[in-house]
């Protein structure tokens, strides 16, 4: 898509830009700071944040680091509000008002449902205000339009499809005849989703079976459910799924937190990853990296929120000093296995 196409362009000419403009300096420890005067200038900026649910691991960790971007960069930390939309489209929307109400400058957004991306642009088009949608990818069509009317909305985050292919790489690797463990010429898994409706939760579901398939693997789905990203309820779910005595080689999870909930419920069957079954996640929490690394859980995907937040937290600051600004702000997701969970943990740390 167009989009897509100019990313890498507009990437460098931005940074070539931000690096050597004259309020800008770099620290000791790489990071870019705003100098005083315009620190004093961002102090007053008000910014609105609309987290999907509080609840959700990994949103956590990325909201913590988003806050302490922002307030780096030289935004009050009393002019940073942050909401619980609470898994719900419907309440998200309504602070999204209410932000806007409240005369926010730039709206951050962790969207409930990307399919409905369109009611929260188009409420923050109406007002004026820039958009940056992080972490949960709105449709194409919707992105095009951003760019087609020259909206100030942008969205940063990484390509979850490279997230579900990178599942299927690390099963592969593993070798057919390893991970076939009855022997039959076929692989027998069961997946734990995300969200149905959420575009990264089928993207990741859909590319780890793809990747498999087209290294001509044999693949016999046993079983599909929806997890809602939830350990618990993963846990319950694979719990079920053993009792039914259901011949499971590999288990995909949308991510880690269901990953780890997964691992509860095998290891409580008395089965151990990596001789009867395999477990692969995403995210690279730090507990499922841990395991990772101890044998117990057979890979993950690291989805960066350390540079995701950073990059959300500088294109609002740019949309503030009305700098141009990308409509997608991408990056790469990173293959975690015991070669390089070491590396990937002593970064979280």
């Known amino acids: 898509m167009k989009r897509r196409l100019i990313s890498l362009f507009m990437t460098v000419m931005v940074v070539t830009c931000f690096m050597t403009a004259c309020d800008v300096k770099t620290s000791q420890n790489g990071n870019t700071e705003i100098s005083a005067e315009s620190g004093d200038v961002l102090s007053g900026k008000k910014i609105g944040v609309c987290i999907y649910q509080f609840a959700d691991?990994?949103?956590?960790?990325?909201?913590?680091?988003?806050?302490?971007?922002?307030?780096?960069?030289?935004?009050?930390?009393?002019?940073?509000?942050?909401m619980d939309s609470l898994n719900n489209h419907d309440t998200q929307v309504n602070q999204v008002k209410e932000l806007i109400k409240d005369g926010v400058d730039v709206l951050i957004v962790n969207p409930v449902?990307?399919?409905?991306?369109k009611d929260i642009t188009d409420l923050a088009v109406q007002a004026e205000i820039p958009l940056v949608y992080v972490n949960r990818e709105p449709d194409g069509d919707e992105e095009d339009?951003?760019?087609?009317?020259?909206y100030h909305v942008s969205y940063v985050g990484c390509?979850?499809?490279?997230?579900?292919?990178?599942?299927?790489?690390?099963?592969?690797?593993?070798?057919?005849d390893t991970v076939d463990l009855n022997g039959d010429g076929k692989i027998q898994y069961y997946m734990i989703e995300g969200d149905p409706e959420n575009i990264d939760s089928q993207y990741r579901t859909?590319?780890?079976?793809?990747?498999?398939?087209?290294?001509?693997?044999?693949?016999?789905?046993?079983?599909?459910?929806?997890?809602?990203?939830?350990?618990?309820?993963?846990?319950?779910?694979?719990?079920?799924?053993l009792e039914e005595d259901k011949d499971i080689e590999v288990?995909?999870?949308?991510?880690?937190?269901?990953?780890?909930?997964?691992?509860?419920?095998?290891?409580?069957?008395?089965?151990?990853?990596?001789?009867?079954?395999?477990?692969?996640?995403?995210?690279?929490?730090?507990?499922?990296?841990?395991?990772?690394?101890?044998?117990?859980i057979t890979g993950t995907v690291f989805n960066d929120y350390i540079s995701q937040s950073h990059s959300a937290?500088?294109?609002?600051?740019?949309?503030?000093?009305?700098?141009?600004?990308?409509?997608?702000?991408?990056?790469?997701?990173?293959k975690v296995t015991t070669k390089n969970a070491q590396e990937i943990l002593d970064k979280l740390k």
């Open 313 to 334: 937290a500088d294109t609002a600051i740019n949309y503030i000093k009305m700098e141009k600004v990308e409509h997608y702000v991408g990056c790469h997701y990173v």
């Open 159 to 176: 390509d979850a499809r490279q997230s579900g292919t990178y599942q299927g790489e690390i099963i592969e690797a593993l070798g057919f």
């Open 145 to 150: 339009r951003w760019v087609d009317n020259d």
């Open 251 to 296: 288990v995909f999870c949308n991510n880690d937190a269901m990953a780890l909930g997964a691992l509860e419920a095998i290891e409580a069957d008395g089965r151990t990853v990596g001789q009867d079954i395999f477990l692969v996640g995403v995210d690279a929490l730090e507990e499922a990296v841990e395991y990772v690394i101890d044998g117990r």
């Open 113 to 117: 449902n990307p399919s409905f991306a």
């Open 57 to 82: 691991n990994y949103m956590a960790l990325f909201r913590d680091e988003l806050k302490k971007s922002l307030e780096e960069q030289g935004i009050s930390e009393d002019n940073i509000i942050i």
């Open 206 to 241: 859909e590319y780890s079976i793809r990747t498999l398939k087209d290294a001509a693997w044999q693949l016999d789905c046993v079983g599909d459910e929806v997890g809602n990203w939830h350990q618990e309820t993963a846990r319950q779910l694979m719990a079920k799924a």
